[in-house]
């Protein structure tokens, strides 16, 4: 005859200690390095920056005037964009050249659009009052811009065609006669470079 006590033991078995496989094991450390290293290959992916005959890869900025700028809203129009710092020796020389080929191009189917890059405000300022800039600029705020340009450093220029086209990456100085001779090329193929 079952005692309370005998029962209670049959009804209430002492756990049993559960044991990995060593081929369980394998498989999870081997799905743990998996994740790891697909981690770390997503967190290595760069933007790679834009080349001709890719299509533009839109922004907003708002000039230091406060103008909202974007270039989505721009398309039918030529654009040059270009980066530039006050800290930047380059920059410093082509910006008479950029402000020329804005006075000279500039209006109803050019836009030249300064983007301010890794500056200070003040110093940003500065720079376009010495140069007498008076195409639109603005601060690319949080690196946003350049980040998804995938700037490198500055002086850099994209020049975009109307149909939103890079036409051309210029990923150094330029100067006047560079940016004349790809703007007049798009305006002589009807703002195209098809």
């Given amino acids: 005859m079952m005692t309370e006590l005998d029962f209670l033991q049959?009804?209430?078995p002492k756990p049993t200690r559960r044991s990995f496989s060593p081929g369980s094991i394998a498989i999870l450390i081997g799905l743990i390095v998996f994740a790891v290293v697909l981690a770390v290959q997503l967190g290595n992916q760069r933007v790679i920056q834009p080349q001709p005959g890719e299509a533009i890869r839109d922004f907003?900025?708002?000039t230091f005037e406060g103008e909202a700028l974007n270039t989505?809203?721009?398309r039918g129009k030529i654009l040059v964009i270009n980066f530039w710092g006050s800290w930047c020796a380059p920059c410093r020389d082509e910006a008479p050249d950029l402000q020329a080929i804005w006075e000279d191009y500039g209006g109803e189917d050019?836009?030249?659009?300064?983007v301010n890059w890794n500056d200070i405000e003040g110093s940003a300022r500065a720079f376009i009052d010495e140069f007498g800039l008076t195409f639109p600029n603005g601060p690319d705020i949080?690196?946003?811009i350049a980040e998804q340009?995938?700037?490198t450093g500055a002086p850099e220029t994209f020049i975009v065609d109307q149909e939103g086209t890079i036409a051309a990456a210029i990923i150094q100085p330029t100067n006047y006669d560079a940016l004349a001779q790809v703007i007049t090329r798009l305006q002589a193929n009807g703002g195209t470079d098809s």
């Fill in 10 to 12: 049959e009804a209430d």
């Fill in 72 to 74: 989505a809203d721009l």
């Fill in 149 to 151: 340009y995938a700037i």
């Fill in 60 to 62: 907003s900025l708002t």
């Fill in 142 to 144: 949080g690196e946003k």
């Fill in 110 to 114: 050019v836009v030249l659009i300064g």
